[in-house]
């Protein structure tokens, strides 16, 4: 199968810009996208073509001056972004703080459990509904669906019952793991997914847990800033590339 892969390899992130998108364009394929965030890129599609003519009236003079690459593979380039913020929100993959309020709550309360990759389409639709912009576009479901198949992505789930009321998903590179994007449907219960999803990917061998964005609720969840070189650096490093344990454990035992 015929993939542009390559032009994610070929890329130096290193002379993008920190505060803006280092690239536009490009195929969304699941081995484009798995290539993508081996170089320590996400992907930021837009919604529609106005999404897609902002990024050009507001990026096009920072391509145009060579601060951001246009990749083949697509029509009309805006119509995805490719970000790489300098520095780069990171949670060592056991350090998910709860915090004592709702640690406490959590050995209280006996109905909570969690899961990994039980319900990964669930997860990644709850997390796209209600979004705007709605990022998660078509294009880029299936391609991390696809990747799912193969492994590379996990979701973490927290349960009331037989209830999800709560989950995470992001794509593994590595001993790094890169957090798209969660979602709550009661308190507290997106925390609970990454700091169960940190703990299994630590379990696995895993390091880190890229947050991706910074600000003050990644801030309060552990996050601390790291220069993009180091995080390239650690993208490369060993850990990781093992199976999750997605059993079903007891949300108490995080508290």
């Not at 490009?26 to 930021?44: I, K, M, N, S, V």
């Not at 709860?98 to 640690?103: E, I, K, Q, Y």
């Not at 790291?226 to 344990?245: I, K, N, Q, T, W």
Request: glycine share 14%; charged share 25%.
């Amino acid at each position: 199968m015929r993939h542009d892969a390559a032009v994610f390899d070929a890329l130096d992130v290193r002379l993008g810009p920190g505060d803006g998108p280092v690239a536009f364009g490009g195929t969304l394929g699941p081995q484009e996208l798995l290539a993508a965030y081996r170089r320590g890129l996400f992907p930021l599609p837009a919604a529609d073509v106005y999404a897609s003519a902002y990024n050009e009236a507001v990026y096009g003079d920072a391509v145009g001056a060579g601060g951001a690459v246009l990749l083949p593979g697509r029509e009309d380039p805006y119509e995805v972004a490719w970000w790489s913020p300098d520095p780069r929100p990171v949670i060592a993959a056991d350090g998910v703080r709860l915090g004592t309020r709702l640690a406490r709550r959590l050995r209280n309360r006996s109905g909570w459990w969690t899961s990994a990759d039980r319900a990964f389409g669930r997860v990644l639709e709850a997390c796209g509904e209600g979004r705007e912009p709605a990022w998660i576009t078509e294009e880029l479901a299936s391609a991390l669906d696809r990747l799912h198949a193969l492994g590379a992505t996990h979701s973490g789930e927290v349960w009331d019952g037989e209830e999800l009321i709560g989950g995470v998903f992001g794509v593994a590179v590595g001993p790094v793991l890169s957090l798209d994007s969660m979602f709550r449907r009661r308190p507290d219960a997106a925390r609970v997914a990454v700091a169960d999803l940190g703990a299994r990917f630590g379990a696995a061998g895993g390091r880190l847990l890229d947050a991706q964005w910074d600000g003050p609720h990644v801030r309060s969840l552990g996050a601390k800033p790291m220069a993009r070189s180091r995080y390239l650096a650690e993208l490369s490093g060993d850990g990781g590339g093992v199976p999750l344990d997605g059993a079903a454990l007891p949300a108490g035992r995080l508290g």
